[in-house]
């Protein structure tokens, strides 16, 4: 090997050191949660690209958490901040929670109180359809949550965001999997 092509293999790699020095930790992207108020906060999903370490966005989608900005009332605070594992995601979710459905880990508040049961979802039923008597996203007031993420859902004016969201996670350098799986750091909650 010459003098020029050891120096050119030399200038790659070091190249490709740079990049792998700034490109993002994951392959995959994640959402941010932007706590504003109950009713009117904002999800976004983030990504890069291929090896691109410049992120990019999907369109905002407005979000509700919760019915008291206080972390620490238990199933009417909005989510602690902080980085969260996604424990699994689901289509059809069949619970109390119906539908499009992604469990977020436990997570304590700034004064150690445990959260549990977090979610992002909306109000539907687990085909996805609408019935006004419980499950139909049919008011801003809709937008509270005990204490989860809320997205509309479509019908009576409202977009569906969750059926959006849904589609970013699975399509722009987000996770295939349906069911319990855990996603590390695939949800940023901002203060």
């Known amino acids: 090997m010459n003098t020029r092509t050891r120096l050119s293999l030399g200038v ?17 992207g994640h959402f941010e949660f932007h706590r504003t108020s109950n009713l ?38 909005w989510l602690p901040t902080g980085w969260y594992d996604v424990k699994g995601h689901w289509d059809h979710y069949d619970s109390i929670i119906k539908g499009i459905a992604t469990y977020l880990q ?14 992002i979802h909306s109000k539907e039923l687990a085909n996805w359809s609408n019935s006004c008597e419980t499950y139909c996203f049919d008011s801003s007031s809709d937008y509270y949550s005990n204490g989860c993420i809320k997205l509309s859902h479509s019908g009576y004016g409202f977009p569906d965001d969750i059926q959006d969201a849904h ?3 699975h399509n ?9 799986s855990t996603a590390n750091d695939a949800l940023y909650v901002h203060s």
């Open 12 to 28: 790659g790699a070091a190249l490709a050191a740079i990049t792998l020095a700034v490109a993002p930790a994951s392959a995959h």
């Open 106 to 119: 436990d997570k304590r508040c700034g004064d150690g109180t445990l959260r549990t049961q977090l979610f």
């Open 167 to 169: 589609w970013w996670w």
């Open 40 to 77: 009117n906060s904002t999800l976004v999903w983030v990504y890069y690209p291929s090896a691109n370490p410049t992120a990019h966005f999907s369109p905002t989608w407005r979000a509700g958490s919760g019915d008291s900005t206080n972390c620490s009332y238990v199933g009417h605070g």
């Open 172 to 180: 722009r350098d987000g996770y295939s999997f349906h069911g319990a």
